[in-house]
């Protein structure tokens, strides 16, 4: 088991650009989680599957965002027409149905310029 | 609304000397709660956990941990601090409901160990 893995590790991108993220979670977990982190901060929660289904959303996630988990596998996170409050860390984390320990990735730093 | 508070936000401490960071959570019921940590530029990795039981926790790394249901409070310690321990320590809470479990997270204490 290699762990929640993520890439790419570091993005830059010039405002009103799309980004997407990519994050691979532990084979056997159901849930997958986004949290995002800003600077000083504690991570906030975006989203979370459980399989193939996003059973939530929180009110951070504009509507610029979009989270797929297609397979049930990794899942990819899209943010559309960045902004520089868009800058932070995206991180990714899963976990078993039945578990509350979540395990996270390394995370993707982002930066818009 | 459910918070999770870290008091401290910065706490310098001398290698070998004892550590305790304080965690307080605000939530409507029994917590599932949680110590994370996070070295510069990385994610974050699980010291411990309580979920119930005996209120007195281990984890990794020599760290443990104390719920304490009376004071709202899941406090992080070690006996004996070591350089390498100095990092970004977060308390986080789980809410079960909606949101699977998603974490609540305090905004963290810098650990800075000096010589």
């Known amino acids: 088991d290699t762990g929640v893995s993520q890439d790419p590790r570091h993005k830059i991108t010039k405002r009103g650009q799309n980004v997407t993220f990519r994050c691979d979670p532990i084979?056997?977990?159901?849930?997958l989680y986004w949290y995002r982190q800003t600077l000083g901060q504690g991570p906030e929660f975006l989203t979370y599957?459980?399989?193939?289904?996003?059973?939530?959303k929180s009110r951070l996630l504009s509507d610029r965002f979009s989270a797929e988990r297609p397979k049930g596998s990794f899942s990819t996170l899209e943010i559309q027409r960045t902004e520089q409050g868009d800058s932070a860390m995206y991180l990714c984390?899963?976990?078993?149905?039945?578990?509350?320990?979540?395990?996270f990735g390394p995370g993707t730093r982002l930066t818009v310029t | 609304a459910q918070s999770v508070t870290q008091p401290d936000i910065h706490i310098t401490v001398s290698e070998g000397a004892s550590l305790e960071l304080r965690c307080n959570y605000s939530?409507?019921?029994?917590?599932?709660l949680f110590w994370y940590v996070q070295s510069p530029g990385q994610g974050l990795q699980l010291l411990l956990k309580?979920?119930?039981?005996?209120?007195l926790v281990q984890g990794i790394k020599g760290f443990e941990a104390e719920f304490k249901r009376s004071q709202s409070s899941f406090n992080l310690r070690k006996p004996s601090v070591h350089w390498s321990d100095a990092a970004e320590y977060f308390c986080?809470?789980?809410?079960?409901?909606?949101?699977?479990?998603?974490?609540?997270f305090g905004k963290g204490t810098s650990l800075l160990v000096t010589p």
């Open positions: 986080a809470v789980a809410f079960v409901g909606n949101s699977g479990y998603a974490l609540n």
């Open positions: 309580y979920f119930s039981g005996d209120t």
């Open positions: 599957f459980q399989n193939e289904a996003q059973l939530e």
């Open positions: 984390a899963s976990s078993f149905a039945s578990g509350y320990e979540q395990y």
């Open positions: 939530y409507g019921a029994t917590p599932y």
């Open positions: 084979s056997e977990h159901n849930r």
